[in-house]
């Protein structure tokens, strides 16, 4: 009778929420960059999925730094619980506005990404040191009817531009996938960036081709990263050809 007794408690407190329980995980929100979509992310998504984390790979626009922000932010603002924001290349633009007056984001990780200051655009941080062959690569420029441009990796360029250390075959598959940026994003300044009240870690491959190396690393010391990694010979897709790598510094970001 008293271990049936002790049983009842028990199950009462755990329902209660009387038992102690272990802390709830962060949301993992990943945001994609120029010439990618969520896809890209999966190999990342399936690791942090397996260790118990709730993965969100947002869909983004890529048509202005402040629209796409407002987007994710709302995705934020959907979520309960404490965030861990990912961007990847333009996506790390895009972060670092969103990441505002959020109180639940608890840190930004950069991906191969752009962390601009405030007043900066991508197009002026790739091109601040030299190794970028990004203008090189592009494809031949589509109008919009409501003004401006939309830009893409040329399909017969993007494997060694954007991914040399993924598979041609794959290679093939993200090119035809690929999701244009309007040129307008790429030269939109950015405000305040979240970077400086957040702590910041970085991952990115020095055979990057779209963001030089010096860039990144310029950026990461800037933003007084937390742990800075530096994969040797990773393109800039290197959530895509390293996942275990992106993943690991995801979930210390979440500790």
Do not use: C
């Amino acid at each position: 009778m008293f271990k049936l007794a002790a049983t009842v408690a028990l199950i009462a407190a755990l329902l209660s929420g009387g038992a102690v329980a272990q802390p709830a995980k962060p949301t993992v929100v990943l945001v994609h960059g120029a010439f990618a979509d969520a896809s890209s992310w999966n190999g990342v998504t399936k690791i942090l999925q397996k260790n118990g984390f709730t993965v969100v790979a947002a869909a983004n626009p890529l048509r202005s730094v402040a629209g796409d922000a407002a987007y994710v932010s709302d995705i934020i603002s959907s979520i309960k619980g404490s965030v861990v924001l990912v961007g990847h290349s333009y996506g790390g633009q895009v972060i670092s506005t969103a990441a505002n007056g959020k109180d639940n984001v608890k840190s930004l990780v950069y991906v191969a990404a752009f962390a601009p200051e405030a007043g900066e655009a991508a197009a002026d941080l790739a091109g601040k040191f030299p190794g970028g062959t990004l203008g090189q690569a592009l494809a031949a420029p589509v109008k919009l009817i409501g003004g401006g441009v939309d830009l893409s990796i040329d399909q017969a360029k993007f494997h060694d531009q954007f991914a040399h250390d993924v598979s041609i075959e794959d290679a093939a598959l993200m090119a035809a996938g690929q999701r244009p940026i309007t040129e307008a994003a790429l030269t939109e300044k950015s405000g305040s960036p979240a970077w400086k009240t957040l702590p910041s870690y970085f991952i990115y491959g020095d055979g990057d081709k779209n963001i030089p190396a010096k860039a990144l690393g310029f950026m990461a010391e800037r933003a007084a990263s937390k742990h800075t990694v530096v994969i040797e010979g990773a393109s800039h897709v290197v959530m895509v050809s390293q996942p275990q790598a992106v993943a690991d510094v995801i979930e210390e970001a979440a500790k």
